[in-house]
């Protein structure tokens, strides 16, 4: 069972991240994932639920990959780190991009739904202590805000490879610069 949920909640993001919240639905995603009519509505019995598993599963995901990343750099590095975030980011808009692409799509969409915002901020909020732990590794003073910034910088750089995709997209030196400003 825990594999069929799974199906179902790949084939969300997919659906999310291709066509937009607006085509969240529970058919679009039981065809998406191949699998019978009501699949989907059984295991999340609203768009809520739906979202709150999307959410989960989307942060798992990506904690998942990004600590497959960092495995390749030294933790007391910071120039590997910067190059482990590059390389992450451009996984994140280049194999990844329906991921991506979905979990902004719920950004957007939780301006004008507020009851998305409370699965988002935990995802956020679980992201940012995680990555605290990183800058906190290089002697950050407020590593909690600089990882803030990080992430913010992240998201901006992959919503724009996202909306305006550039064949050399190189994320690496703006994460250098960015590090070194945090860091010195």
Do not use: K
């Not at 991009?97 to 957007?108: G, M, Q, V």
């Not at 995680?130 to 992959?158: K, V």
């Amino acid at each position: 069972m825990a594999g069929r949920r799974e199906q179902v909640l790949r084939a969300a993001i997919e659906v999310l991240g291709a066509e937009g919240s607006r085509r969240l639905t529970y058919q679009a995603v039981d065809t998406a994932a191949g699998v019978p009519s009501g699949t989907t509505s059984n295991y999340f019995r609203n768009r809520v639920a739906l979202i709150d598993g999307i959410v989960d599963h989307l942060q798992a995901l990506e904690r998942r990959d990004w600590e497959a990343f960092a495995r390749e750099a030294d933790p007391a590095d910071v120039h590997e780190l910067a190059e482990a975030l590059a390389r992450f980011l451009t996984y994140a808009t280049g194999p990844e991009r329906a991921r991506t692409a979905a979990r902004y799509a719920l950004f957007l969409e939780s301006a004008s739904r507020p009851e998305l915002r409370a699965p988002l901020t935990r995802g956020r909020q679980t992201v940012l202590a995680w990555g605290s732990e990183w800058i906190r590794r290089f002697g950050s003073p407020t590593p909690e805000r600089h990882c803030e910034i990080l992430l913010d910088y992240l998201d901006g750089a992959a919503l724009h490879q996202l909306a305006f995709p550039a064949d050399d997209f190189d994320p690496l030196p703006g994460i250098r610069d960015l590090l070194r400003g945090l860091l010195a």
